[in-house]
Nanobody
Framework: VQLQASGGGLVQAGGSLSLSCTAS????????VGWFRQAPGKEREFVAS????????VVVDSVKGRFTISKDNAKNTAYLQMNSLEPEDTAVYYC???????????????????WGQGTQVTVSS
């Protein structure tokens, strides 16, 4: 399984970015998907997770109301829509596919078996 994350870039505070994560070799349809981020000098942090059905969604409190996770099983692609970006959102963002078929949302990185290469998001003040 290979995951390709894209959509990162440089944006001013208050702006928006939409990240995409496309899988090859395994369908997203039956697995949960998660987004994580890692800022320089910091630990990897859970951002959002979506269940295999797409009905269950969880986001970390710091992005609640600003970030939205979604997935399009037909396109084998997951998304992270990021609005009202803040400098504190600056990080490398990673997508990951869950280990468990028909799994639900989970913030635990150990519950994900495959990871994308990451896409840089930089928010200027």
């Amino acid at each position: 399984v290979q995951l390709q994350a894209s959509g990162g870039g440089l944006v001013q505070a208050g702006g928006s970015l939409s990240l995409s994560c496309t899988a090859s070799g395994r369908t997203f349809s039956f697995y949960p998907v998660g987004w994580f981020r890692q800022a320089p000098g910091k630990e990897r942090e859970f951002v959002a997770s979506i269940s295999w059905t797409g009905q269950g969604k969880v986001v970390v409190d710091s992005v609640k109301g600003r970030f939205t996770i979604s997935k399009d099983n037909a396109k084998n692609t997951a998304y992270l829509q990021m609005n009202s970006l803040e400098p504190e959102d600056t990080a490398v963002y990673y997508c990951a596919v869950g280990r468990v078929r028909w799994g639900t949302t989970t913030p635990n990185p150990d519950d994900y078996s495959h990871w994308g290469q990451g896409t840089q998001v930089t928010v200027s003040s």
